[in-house]
């Protein structure tokens, strides 16, 4: 699971379902649960958890941009670190910031995108696929 300290910034509210902001590593990320304690003000320091099987990869070519072409809300600017390549799956270290994320991909899409190495793209994640799983005692 990827790690994230991140600091909330907005919390909005309607009914029982909350869409949570937060700031990581000079990108802004989303959050939407069904729960939120009474520990989570604006300013709380978080950890965000995020399968790598959650994490989704665009690569966009010099002039194109994917904000109005997607619905994922966390579109994060990333560097490929490492390619860990297996028969069917692949492991894509991605950096932003002093953070780090981990996408599970197919062997196929490094393949169809020319992934490679040293190059930047797209992080992928859906508001529903990030959550809290620690708060710092501040």
């Not at 009914?15 to 520990?39: A, I, P, Q, Y």
């Not at 790598?52 to 990333?78: F, H, R």
Request: net charge negative.
């Amino acid at each position: 699971m990827s790690r994230l300290i991140a600091t909330i910034e907005k919390i909005e509210r309607v009914d029982n379902l909350h869409l949570v902001t937060f700031h990581c590593c000079g990108e802004v990320l989303k959050m939407v649960s069904l729960e939120l304690g009474e520990r989570m003000r604006v300013g709380t320091r978080v950890v965000l958890g995020c399968k790598p099987t959650a994490v989704a990869v665009a690569k966009i070519k010099e002039g194109e941009s994917l904000d109005q072409t997607l619905s994922y809300t966390n579109q994060i600017a990333v560097k490929v670190e490492k390619i860990q390549q297996g028969e069917l799956l692949a492991s894509v270290m991605l950096s932003f910031g002093a953070a780090s994320l981990e996408a599970i991909v197919t062997a196929e899409s490094i393949d169809r995108l020319q992934l490679e190495e040293g190059e930047h793209v797209t992080a992928l994640i859906k508001v529903s696929e990030l959550s809290i799983v620690e708060v710092f005692d501040d």
